[in-house]
């Protein structure tokens, strides 16, 4: 089993920048893409970002140039900076792992194994 607990939520204005962070624990050996997925008022499950072991990324058309994945191996951290955000990003943002398939299915969600409780982010204007 993984478990994954996200934090760094919170409210900002439109503009502003935000970095949430996902600590993995358990058996994440055989974890092969972690990704970052939002829930908003108009999308139940959107993928936003992905990242796979040797640091192949993907993301969403919504946040390319804005958002950055990356990860610490070694911390077993996930985490996602968000610059110029907008009031559109405003939702609940869970992490994701996935054991097999690498990031191929991103952004589908329904292939990910584990998800954390999430953490909401706010933008206002």
């Known amino acids: 089993q993984v478990q994954l607990v996200e934090s760094g939520g919170g409210s900002v204005q439109a503009g502003g920048s935000l970095r949430l962070s996902c600590v993995a624990s358990?058996?994440?050996?055989?974890?092969?893409?972690l990704g970052w997925f939002r829930r908003t008022p108009t999308k139940e499950r959107e993928g936003v970002a992905a990242?796979?072991?040797?640091?192949?990324?993907k993301y969403a058309d919504s946040v390319k140039g804005r958002f950055t994945i990356s990860q610490d191996i070694a911390k077993k951290t996930l985490y996602l900076q968000m610059n110029s955000l907008k009031p559109e990003d405003t939702g609940m943002y869970y992490c994701?792992?996935?054991?097999?398939?690498?990031?191929?299915?991103?952004?589908?969600?329904?292939?990910?194994?584990?998800w954390g409780q999430g953490t909401q982010v706010t933008v206002f204007s």
């Open positions: 358990g058996y994440t050996d055989n974890i092969y893409c």
């Open positions: 994701a792992a996935r054991r097999a398939g690498y990031c191929y299915s991103f952004p589908r969600s329904g292939s990910f194994d584990y």
């Open positions: 990242i796979e072991p040797d640091g192949l990324t």
